[in-house]
């Protein structure tokens, strides 16, 4: 096997290299079978290989595949349209990432505070825990201190704010403030909810204020909880004014996008941003089937599902190992296992009984399988992770 020296030492991934991939599953050259429960940290929210996607990227391959932001592109102009009906938004910018999405975000709340007379406003609050992306503003949005070290002095305007926690964010408005820029599912910080609750108080707040609301939902979008967006499930009554998403929108194909009210992007002309990559042919084809195949009934109903039956499964598992389980956490099919033994560990002891599953901050166990999943791979998932458990009892209690 070729070592991988001459790749960036970010990642340190395992020997296993995947070669093909169906539905739930993923492949290696000696056809060893793994059952896929990260899909690509949230992404391949249709499972590996759906025909539908794949054909929609097949047909625009023989056709064009990149024209750059300067020509219409009708397959960009066509998804765009379909996430306005969608959601709050009027207006869309694509992007290939989920850290350009919020870049775009924070760029377009920060020039309606200033196109609206307020060019003293550019602070935005953020969440301790919080996960935006690896450009030198998401990770200054983030706050997370280990994801800041060594990359220059810290980025003013941003204010990094304890979690869920509303007194905070009332104190810290001032003169200067523009935006609130929140995940209402954190992902990375350790699959952490917020309650809907909270987002239509924010909701309030940002309108009192005239703050902008920014909702990251690069991971917990693209139907991960049950809903195409996780704050729809506060009925029209949560919505923000800017919104980045990614992730799952190309179901495996680089795509993301700022979404935006018409107010909130009226600043954003021509000159003010722009990306060579951002919604080309090929990523606005398959944005387009997995947006199609996203807003079937069926896919959200399973979701909702299957994440019942999942999260009862999980509290069993809690109740069976208390020495390795301390709290079932999450929305929708975006689960964590809160663990008492180092979440690394047993996610790489996982992987050795053949289940994919992530880790998060706070020493969790992630789990963001396809959306596509049936009881069947929840019961297959649930045996192993008993098994791993087992085993993961003699292991040292995870310390902080
Ligand atoms: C993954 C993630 C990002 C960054 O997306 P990239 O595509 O890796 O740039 C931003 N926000 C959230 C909530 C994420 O989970």
């Known amino acids: 096997m070729p070592t991988n020296d001459h790749i960036y030492n970010c990642y340190a991934p395992p020997p296993q290299e995947f070669v093909r991939g169906e539905g739930a599953y993923l492949y290696t050259e000696s056809g060893e079978k793994y059952l896929d429960f990260i899909a690509g940290i949230a992404v391949n929210c249709l499972g590996h290989g759906n025909p539908t996607v794949l054909g929609a990227l097949k047909d625009q391959a023989d056709k064009v595949w990149h024209v750059s932001g300067m020509f219409r592109v009708p397959g960009a102009i066509a998804l765009a349209e379909k996430y306005c009906a969608a959601t709050f938004a009027d207006k869309v910018f694509f992007t290939n990432s989920g850290a350009e999405a919020v870049e775009c975000a924070i760029k377009t709340a920060r020039r309606c505070q200033f196109v609206e007379g307020h060019p003293e406003r550019f602070e935005i609050l953020t969440s301790k825990g919080a996960f935006h992306g690896r450009t030198i503003a998401t990770v200054n949005a983030g706050g997370n201190p280990k994801y800041m070290e060594g990359f220059g002095p810290e980025m003013p305007g941003f204010t990094n704010l304890p979690f869920g926690d509303m007194d905070a964010i009332k104190e810290a408005i001032n003169e200067t403030t523009a935006a609130i820029l929140i995940e209402p599912v954190q992902g990375e910080g350790g699959v952490r909810t917020l309650d809907i609750q909270f987002l239509k108080d924010l909701r309030t707040l940002c309108d009192e204020h005239g703050l902008l609301l920014i909702y990251d939902e690069v991971q917990c979008g693209a139907g991960r ?176």
């Open 225 to 400: 909880t049950g809903k195409l967006f996780a704050h729809q499930w506060a009925d029209g009554e949560a919505d923000p004014d800017i919104m980045a998403v990614a992730k799952g929108m190309g179901g495996g194909f680089p795509l993301g996008a700022c979404l935006s009210t018409e107010r909130a992007a009226a600043g954003m002309v021509p000159g003010t941003h722009g990306s060579t990559y951002g919604g080309n042919p090929l990523a606005a084809a398959v944005g387009n089937a997995v947006f199609d195949e996203l807003t079937k009934p069926e896919l959200m109903e399973n979701v909702v599902k299957i994440s019942n039956y999942m999260t009862q499964q999980f509290e069993a598992l809690k109740d069976a190992h208390p020495d390795v389980v301390l709290d079932v956490r999450g929305k929708g099919l975006m689960c964590g296992l809160k663990l008492k033994k180092k979440a690394l560990d047993v996610r790489n002891l996982a992987r050795e009984h053949k289940l994919l599953v992530g880790n998060a901050g706070d020493n969790v166990l992630r789990m963001v399988p396809p959306l596509i999943i049936s009881e069947e791979h929840v019961r297959e998932a649930i045996a192993i992770l008993d098994e791993v458990f087992t085993k993961a009892k003699d292991m040292d209690d995870f310390e902080a």
